[in-house]
């Protein structure tokens, strides 16, 4: 099984990913390519989560005219992590990866949730920025709608971002339509 997302609205490219069975948990291993506001870059990135859906460590390459970058992400106990081996109290307490450059990683918080329609949680995230590597907190937050047909819907809100969409997802939990961000393909 692969997944694929176009690029829209932010940046124009295309994401693919791989999923595998590893070590009781989940191997996924992605490509993103863009093009944004005159710079191309690409990110490859292998992320190994749990059985339950919580980010255990990822790793992730930038290529862009900024040169080529590397960052390890690795959980750290319970809720903690190190970037790079060092410890960074400031994503303490996330338990997912989002990757700026990827669609896909939306579906970590989705099903490591299980949300009813109906029901909402906050779902802080360690957000890695695009060319750079930066590590930052994400605040984000989703609220299960009624779901339309297979599909399950959200309602997602980032706070620092001022961006609000609602998200479609199959019935894996991966996104179809992340408005102004990315549509699924395959």
């Known amino acids: 099984m692969s997944a694929a997302w176009r690029h829209v609205g932010a940046r124009e490219g295309f994401e693919v990913v791989f999923p595998s069975d590893e070590q009781g948990g989940l191997r996924f291993d992605g490509h993103s390519t863009g093009v944004e506001q005159g710079q191309a870059w690409n990110v490859r990135y292998s992320i190994l989560l749990d059985g339950d859906w919580r980010t255990l460590r990822a790793r992730v390459v930038s290529r862009s005219a900024m ?60 957000y890695v920025r695009v060319p750079d590597l930066r590590v930052e907190r994400l ?10 047909g297979t599909r ?35």
């Open 152 to 186: 399950s819907r959200y309602d997602y809100a980032s706070r620092q971002f001022e961006f609000e969409a609602l998200l479609v997802y199959d019935e894996h939990g991966f996104v179809l339509d992340y408005p102004g961000i990315a549509v699924r393909v395959l």
């Open 67 to 126: 040169g080529t970058r590397e960052l390890e992400l690795a959980r750290d106990g319970a809720a903690g992590w190190r970037v790079n081996r060092a410890p960074a109290p400031h994503v303490e307490g996330c338990l997912d990866v989002d990757l700026e450059a990827s669609a896909f990683t939306n579906a970590f918080p989705v099903r490591r949730l299980g949300l009813g329609p109906g029901e909402s949680a906050d779902a802080p995230a360690a």
């Open 139 to 148: 605040d984000q937050s989703y609220r299960r709608l009624e779901d339309d």
